[in-house]
């Protein structure tokens, strides 16, 4: 059996709306920074309050979804298609991480619940593959979509009455995913300044590395994924990275030279990259891009640079100075940190570095045992779907390796 975590990313949600204050409920604040130690989480009782707290928040007229509630919001202030699919699979993952599932007579059935919304809404008209104006956060709900139908391919999961709807829907969003790749010069953005298919528009590291981890997995099943689409996607992964190590938000169109001569945004500097490098660093190995001493690098300047995430967790605005840092990096930092972990080599290394992630993922556990790095309250699903991930990345199965063609580990000619 094979699982393939290339989550989240629901994160990357909104760069400028915003709710009215009047609007939003009172953000949570850390009473004392930095954060004080917190005690050992013990995995058993903390993974068991974890399914208590997800299985309570599942919503909808038919008690069927888990949106992830950002700032963002469509036509009439409505949250999202995109965001109400890629929270769902992403809360459906972590519930199904947990140990004991197949004996969880309410687990299943609440997945279940939840596979039925995704398989439905994937007919909503803001789900197709198109683009909507210059942000559009459909292909989260494409890539977490994807990343969970496969999973419950890979485990045997799927209710029998949906195998054939699950296989054929697996095929449509990697076509979705590819069809919405950025022409020539590669990668994935739900914003789009230059229109939907024009080649100036560029890549954003935070979402390009889940969605090709996401067609590495549908590849090792078998559906056909072209080879042009990958290697664009993993040149411009290439071109973001900086010197000092970390990666640009966006990646340039085309020259690494945009990143290396120090022409950034706040949103490039290295702290704020502290919670997207390892996902690069990792989607890079798996492409046979990588490189051993940068990915442990990028587990490093996670934690070296944990109190610059921290301290925007759960607060309101987005990218704000001095880093640019969203509050929505946090719990996805955490997830890709341990995803990075497992592909290290060192038994040892392996041990301490899950200790230390466990260690500060425990400082941000919610007084209810959840986990919420947003300022709304039913976002806790996402946040404690993707703790559970985190917690048990060490037993789940490595992700799918991109292995079409030897010559795809080598960058495309400029």
């Known amino acids: ?28 604040r850390f009473t004392e920074f930095p954060v004080p130690d917190a005690a050992p989480l013990d995995l058993a009782a903390t993974s068991a309050r974890a399914v208590e707290v997800l299985l309570e928040l599942q919503e909808g007229d038919d008690g069927d979804q888990w949106p992830y509630e950002g700032v963002y919001r469509e036509d009439e202030g409505q949250l999202p298609i995109g965001y109400r699919v890629g929270g769902t699979s992403i809360a459906c993952l972590g519930l199904i991480a947990v140990p004991g599932f197949r004996a969880d007579e309410r687990r299943r059935a609440a997945v279940e619940r939840g596979l039925a919304f995704v398989l439905k809404t994937l007919d909503a008209p803001r789900m197709q593959k198109d683009f909507v104006g210059t942000y559009d956060v459909r292909g989260w709900g494409h890539v977490y979509a994807l990343e969970f139908l496969l999973h419950l391919q890979d485990h045997e999961l799927v209710p029998a009455a949906s195998v054939a709807e699950v296989e054929r829907r697996v095929g449509w969003l990697v076509e979705a995913l590819v069809e919405s790749a950025i022409p020539k010069s590669g990668g994935w953005n739900y914003s789009r300044l230059r229109g939907f298919k024009s080649p100036r528009n560029t890549a954003s590291t935070f979402m390009t590395g889940p969605a090709l981890q996401a067609l590495f997995h549908a590849e090792a099943r078998g559906h056909e994924v072209p080879v042009a689409v990958v290697t664009q996607a993993l040149d411009a992964l290439e071109r973001a990275r900086a010197k000092p190590g970390g990666y640009a938000y966006g990646a340039p169109r085309d020259s690494q030279a945009a990143v290396d001569e120090g022409d950034l945004t706040m949103m490039d500097k290295t702290p704020s990259s502290a919670a997207r490098a390892t996902v690069c660093e990792t989607t890079l190995m798996l492409a046979g891009r990588g490189d051993a001493v940068r990915l442990e690098r990028a587990i490093e300047r996670f934690f070296a640079h944990w109190d610059d995430l921290a301290v925007r967790k759960s607060q309101p605005r987005t990218h704000i100075p001095p880093y640019g840092i969203a509050p929505y990096y946090f719990l996805f930092g955490h997830l890709y940190a341990a995803q990075a972990i497992e592909q290290l080599a060192d038994p040892g290394k392996k041990d301490d570095y899950r200790a230390r992630l466990a260690a500060v993922l425990a400082k ?17 699903g996402y946040g404690t779907a993707l703790a559970m991930l985190t917690l048990h990345m060490p037993k789940l199965p490595k992700p799918a390796a991109w292995r079409r063609d030897a010559a795809d580990a080598q960058p495309a000619a400029k």
């Not at 975590?5 to 009215?20: D, G, I, R, Y």
């Not at 941000?364 to 806790?380: C, I, L, T, V």
């Open 364 to 380: 941000s556990r919610e007084a209810d045992g959840g986990w919420n790095d947003r300022q709304f309250a039913r976002s806790a």
């Open 1 to 28: 059996m094979r699982c393939h975590w290339s989550m989240p990313f629901v994160c990357a949600f909104a760069l400028v709306a915003q709710e009215p204050d009047a609007k939003r409920p009172a953000p949570i």
